[in-house]
């Protein structure tokens, strides 16, 4: 994954303000992250070492009571108050080139006002410092700490804007929370996994070495997103030694051939599963220890 510029990506604001603020909207412009100057250094000193832009955590602040305007020349918030490694992160679900890092604050934290957040990323120096590589604000939010069987926990999410010209690692912490986006797309793929399409059928005319077949009407599978189970005479076949698949026509997604790289002759009892599997892009990620 790589990343640029992130010019102007609009944060989500607060559904239930706590504090009287003029223009507070959840669709205000004046909600923004951006890009610093020291990320962007980081990112030209690591695409001229050919190294990766690393993130590893987002901190949020309070403003000193006040929402800032973000601006570039910031290396730090104005007065953080809390800081956690990334939970995870997600791609948009309307643009493939924004991705969410997201960070979970527990209920076990709080007591302090959210105007503010930050993206940091490793130092390319051993032993440096971490750097602001992006930097927002926010709608102020209240950040409640578990009181009297009270247990309220909060998601800050993050746009990062990608494009192809450094490459960028998100660093996930093994012991973060799931984000609620995250929860939803596991939820998805798990119910896709219930459902599955199966055909049965007998081969009525030989099919030579690397002949395409084509599955029984109604059988149609996405290409490198589905998961096929492909059977020959009860004999489980595997991709890339016994079959591939055939990437589908024209403009359309979907596929209803296989090609089997062995010869099948007539009277051959073949059967096909086609079960549901995530449809999301796969990121670069990389765990921390």
Excluded at 52 to 78: F, H, W
Excluded at 82 to 96: L, R, V
Excluded at 137 to 143: E, I, R, S
Excluded at 245 to 266: T, Y
Aim: charged share 20%.
């Amino acid at each position: 994954m790589a990343s640029t510029e992130l010019n102007t990506a609009t944060v989500p604001a607060s559904d239930h303000p706590q504090e009287s603020v003029a223009g507070l909207a959840t669709d205000d412009p004046q909600y923004f992250c951006v890009l610093t100057d020291v990320g962007a250094e980081l990112e030209a000193a690591a695409l001229a070492a050919s190294k990766p832009v690393r993130l590893i955590s987002i901190s949020v602040g309070d403003g000193n009571g006040t929402v800032p305007t973000p601006t570039t020349e910031a290396t730090a918030l104005v007065n953080q108050v809390y800081s956690k490694a990334i939970d995870s992160m997600s791609t948009d679900e309307t643009d493939p080139n924004i991705c969410w890092v997201h960070m979970v604050i527990p209920a076990t934290e709080g007591g302090f006002w959210i105007r503010e957040f930050g993206v940091w990323a490793e130092s390319l120096e051993e032993d440096g410092d971490p750097v602001l590589y992006a930097y927002g604000n926010h709608a102020p939010l209240y950040k409640l700490k578990s009181v009297l069987g009270q247990a309220i926990t909060s998601e800050i999410s993050v746009p990062v804007i990608t494009s192809s010209t450094t490459d960028v690692e998100i660093v996930i912490s093994e012991t973060g929370y799931a984000s609620r986006l995250e929860l939803l797309q596991v939820a998805h793929v798990v119910e896709d996994l219930r459902e599955c399409q199966e055909a049965v059928w007998t081969v009525n005319t030989d099919i030579a070495e690397n002949g395409v077949v084509t599955l029984p009407e109604g059988l149609e599978y996405i290409p490198g997103k589905h998961l096929l189970d492909v059977f020959y005479n009860s004999m489980l076949c595997t991709e890339g030694n016994n079959y591939e698949e055939v990437a589908a026509s024209g403009s359309s997604a979907v596929s209803n051939k296989i090609k089997m790289l062995f010869a099948v002759p007539q009277g051959s009892e073949m059967r096909v599963l086609v079960r549901g599997f995530s449809t999301q892009p796969k990121l670069n990620t990389t765990s921390s220890n």
